[in-house]
């Protein structure tokens, strides 16, 4: 047994090595189904990281009557965030706003003078709320109109943003399935070349195939050599791949972060190193050992 | 210990053996004569089993060839070793990897291959080629390559189906001496041929096969066809 196993793996080698430019355009063709398969890896954690920041400058705020108790609105505040689709409630005091409002236009002196000439602040008090999923807003909305606490709110923002709300929210949508739909078909269409090259070498050994037949060699001994370069093909193709991807990566950072700020490509490439090779592995050699089984098998039947 | 009892084969209609019966026994040198198209490589190929007979029962030892499944062809192969016409060695694999791959496949000792394969080797003259591919071999070395992987695992039976037809004249002869000293060491041979001039000359059992049928057995025959 561990001689026939030997024997294989050393066949595998030997298939390798002397077949040397078929080996090198298979796993040509192998490194970039990888890149392919890195590229959309990361476009998919570009766009989810897109897709986040833009939900998260989504939100809606309750501004409350100039004679809306302080205790009244906490208690609002309390209730929204009970609420199952809210993620987070943020209460803005009437002094905070003024506050920020003042931080806003510091550089303007006529509002700055307008406002010093106000005895009483004359902005409202408000709650601002980002909700788990945009969608979602139209039905907190509601929940708060229908609450005892429409009393006291002067207004609530959504009816004027409501549409680019809605537009938002449904490109966040568009967005996450055209991606996972993208990724679904060149993932197959990297794995069909793939599968295709390989097939197409192995073809052009059939010949060798039959000879090794007509000497005796058990199925083993054919399909094992072709699995173990199948293999071989994974791994050289895993590394060769990821070294690829390490300057394309560096270039791209910058434009990246011009478009999503919050995504630093470069050292989010270099923290996730070991996993992303691990997936270029496994994909690789899934790929490469399943399409020489598959291949070989074809003419194991004489 | 080889039998064709009543062996019909067609292909797409075409009847290419027609009721064939004859024996061979151990150590015998059997030469299967025809012209191109006669039958001689459908009888090779029903004997390794890559062909299976429409009709009829092919006996190797006590294998039913034309029963055997594909899984249990390899150790019938085993037992047989075949020369031929365009050699077929494995072009990635030196003459020594060709010869040794026979052996591996049947599962033998590393020892034992590392004696007997320059052994077999010395026997077809090819002890200073052990290292070079195939593609750097003459026609004629390749053959003995062939012969050397067909002897290497002790067949009781080499068949060779047209193994001097893409040689010149004194290579093809070097090649039938060196099936001549194969079969006086004890394997039996068979060898399929349209060549006149070596039937003729090494007075052996000689069948041949005309339209599928056997139309002369003789035990130290000529070549009788025009």
Not at chain 1, 79 to 94: F, Q, R
Not at chain 1, 156 to 168: C, D, P, T, V
Not at chain 1, 205 to 231: H, T, W
Not at chain 2, 176 to 201: C, P, R, W
Request: charged residues 20%; aromatic residues 8%.
């Amino acid at each position: 047994m561990a001689t026939t196993l030997s024997r294989i793996i050393k066949f595998g080698i030997q298939n390798f090595l002397r077949n040397g430019w078929l080996s090198v355009a298979t796993i040509a063709v192998l490194v970039l189904a990888l890149l392919v398969f890195h590229g959309l890896i990361v476009f998919g954690v570009i766009s989810q990281t897109a897709v986040a920041s833009i939900k998260d400058k989504i939100d809606i705020s309750v501004y409350f009557k100039d004679s809306a108790p302080e205790d009244e609105i906490l208690k609002v505040e309390r209730e929204i965030e009970g609420l199952a689709e809210v993620k987070s409630v943020d209460y803005v005091s009437k002094d905070r706003a003024l506050d920020a409002f003042k931080d806003r236009h510091k550089e303007d002196a006529v509002i700055a003078q307008a406002l010093a000439e106000l005895q009483a602040n004359p902005l409202l008090a408000s709650l601002n709320i980002k909700a788990k999923d945009p969608k979602e807003y139209p039905n907190i909305v509601e929940r708060i109109q229908d609450g005892p606490a429409i009393n006291v709110i002067e207004k609530i923002s959504y009816a004027q943003n409501k549409s680019a709300i809605e537009r938002l929210a449904r490109l966040v949508d568009t967005f996450g399935n055209a991606g996972l739909a993208i990724t679904i078909t060149l993932a197959l269409i990297g794995a069909l070349v793939t599968f295709n090259s390989v097939r197409l070498a192995i073809y052009s050994n059939r010949e060798e195939i039959g000879i090794m037949r007509l000497v005796g060699a058990s199925n083993k001994f054919i399909n094992g050599p072709y699995i173990v370069s199948g293999l071989i093909y994974g791994v050289i193709a895993a590394i060769l791949s990821l070294a690829a991807a390490a300057p394309i990566i560096a270039l791209a950072s910058p434009y990246v972060e011009v478009f999503v700020p919050e995504m630093n490509l470069q050292s989010y490439f270099y923290g996730n190193l070991i996993s992303f090779f691990g997936y270029h592995l496994l994909f690789g050699v899934v790929l490469g050992v399943v399409s020489s089984a598959v291949a070989v098998q074809r003419y194991l039947k004489l | 210990m080889i039998g064709f009892h009543n062996v019909s084969k067609a292909y797409n209609g075409q009847l290419v053996l027609d009721n064939i019966n004859f024996k061979i026994s151990p150590g015998e040198f059997v030469c299967l004569v025809g012209k191109s198209g006669a039958g001689k490589s459908t009888i090779v190929k029903l004997l390794t089993g890559e062909e299976k007979p429409d009709q009829g029962r092919v006996l190797f030892g006590s294998y039913e060839v034309n029963k055997l499944k594909p899984k249990e062809l390899p150790p019938l192969r085993r037992k047989i070793g075949i020369v031929f016409q365009d050699f077929k060695l494995l072009p990635i694999k030196t003459a020594y990897e060709n010869v040794a791959f026979a052996m591996e496949v049947d599962g033998r000792k590393q020892e034992e291959i590392d004696a007997l394969v320059p052994q077999v080797l010395d026997i077809v003259g090819l002890a200073d080629k052990q290292y070079n591919f195939p593609h750097e071999l003459s026609g004629g070395m390749k053959q003995r390559v062939a012969i050397a992987r067909a002897l290497v695992h002790r067949p009781s039976v080499i068949i060779a189906d047209e193994p001097t037809g893409n040689l010149d004249h004194y290579n093809a002869w070097e090649i039938v001496n060196l099936l001549l000293k194969i079969n006086d060491l004890g394997t039996t041979l068979i060898l399929a041929t349209h060549s006149k001039e070596i039937i003729n000359k090494i007075n052996k059992r000689v069948i041949t096969l005309d339209n599928g049928k056997i139309i002369n057995d003789e035990p130290h025959g000529k070549y009788l066809l025009k």
